[in-house]
């Protein structure tokens, strides 16, 4: 003979009690955000930030001579520019020279460069007062940065951001990039 048991006794939760049974009261009285998500949601989390033009997200690419890119980063759009170029420097930089556009031009950057043993060719702002002097050379080989950009607006996904979380945003650049380093006929 087989005791004669409840079925789902052992769940818990399934106490067999009258109303929710033991559940918190956002699961299922009214409508609600899940109440057992760990993670934060929301607009800062999926790097998307107010400026001028409205909700947007600025992409950091570090990129080599031939406008193929080594590290990319995501960041809402009031960002500076400069909050993550310290830590992109340090961990992927190679090379004898770091090129960057006005918007990378400070002390810390430059001084960040020069303990990596690379020469910083970052345009001036219009604001320094002494004003280091731009080796415009080297300077010239900046429009691959922009070619890669460019390249990157070709896929209608991407310069549009169809995606909504950063997550699958960041993995549709990081599939594009890598059809970038595939050789071009």
Partial sequence: MV???ILGSNISGASGR???GGCHHRCLCHASPPGFCWWKRGIESNA??????GVSTKVHALVDTQGRPLHIELTPGQQHESTVAESIITQ????????????YDSNAI???????GMTAVIHP???RKQRPRLNRKAYRIR??????????????GLATRFEKTARHYLSQLHVVCSLLWLPQQ
């Fill in 3 to 5: 005791a004669s048991r």
């Fill in 18 to 20: 009258s109303g929710r």
């Fill in 48 to 53: 998307l930030g107010r400026s001028r033009g």
């Fill in 92 to 103: 992927y930089a190679r090379g004898k020279k770091l090129i960057a556009d006005t918007g």
């Fill in 110 to 116: 430059r001084a960040c460069v020069r303990e990596r």
């Fill in 125 to 127: 702002s219009a604001s």
């Fill in 143 to 156: 429009y691959m940065v922009e070619v890669f950009f460019h390249n990157l607006k070709r896929f209608r």
